[in-house]
């Protein structure tokens, strides 16, 4: 059994994919087909949309921050069939969607927002290890946590921390609760998630392990 990561703008086409078991390799076609996402529109504090030197030199180094974490070496033989869903709620922005903040087209979105009240306790799907713990500008307070085997999810809008960078957790641990901070309509849990640094939806993850979300649309 394996997963393979398409990115979220892989063009649709046929790529070929070699694996390798014990000494023998394997030569195939994956067939990759156009996605057909959602618009998301928002409004928020036009302080948060259009942006001086300063917030832009922030969301920079933010966004430097997140990317480093998608490279570092996690030592964990994690079982991917054992995800749990990290909360329930409404599914307010799904994977994928266009989105267009006070008017102006933004990059899709590369995760999913979970609406569910301020305060509830946002679980770690998987066992991993926290990469990263930081308040920033849009994301708010956020978590990430790296799964070893190239898996890496992104926890924003935090009302806060349960758990410190460095540490170990286990899958379905408190790592914080749902907030509204940094770029926010509502309090909700922006769940996003990397694998070998491709943008991947991560319900893909619960429907791995057959785990259900109980998100209402």
Excluded at 21 to 48: C, E, N, P, Y
Excluded at 185 to 195: K, N, S, Y
Aim: charge should be positive.
């Amino acid at each position: 059994q394996g997963w393979i990561g398409i990115d979220l703008k892989k063009r649709a086409n046929v790529y070929p994919i070699t694996w390798q078991a014990k000494a023998t390799q394997f030569h195939d076609t994956l067939q990759v087909k156009a996605g057909h996402f959602r618009v998301s529109r928002i409004q928020v504090a036009k302080k948060m949309a259009s942006f001086d030197a300063a917030a832009i030199k922030r969301i920079r180094s933010d966004q430097a921050a997140i990317k480093a974490t998608y490279a570092m070496p996690v030592s964990m033989d994690t079982d991917f069939t054992a995800a749990v869903a990290p909360v329930h709620g409404v599914e307010s922005t799904p994977f994928g969607a266009q989105r267009y903040v006070n008017g102006e087209a933004r990059s899709p979105h590369a995760g999913v927002d979970i609406a569910t009240p301020q305060g509830t306790p946002v679980l770690a799907p998987l066992a991993g290890k926290v990469l990263l713990v930081e308040s920033m500008f849009l994301n708010g307070n956020l978590m990430v946590l790296g799964h070893g085997h190239g898996l890496v999810t992104v926890y924003a809008h935090l009302s806060h921390f349960d758990v410190k960078q460095g540490e170990k957790v286990g899958a379905g641990q408190k790592i914080g609760e749902v907030g509204s901070t940094g770029r926010s309509t509502g309090a909700h849990l922006h769940w996003g998630m990397r694998f070998y640094n491709a943008r991947v939806d991560p319900k893909s993850l619960l429907k791995l392990a057959n785990t259900p979300l109980n998100l209402a649309e």
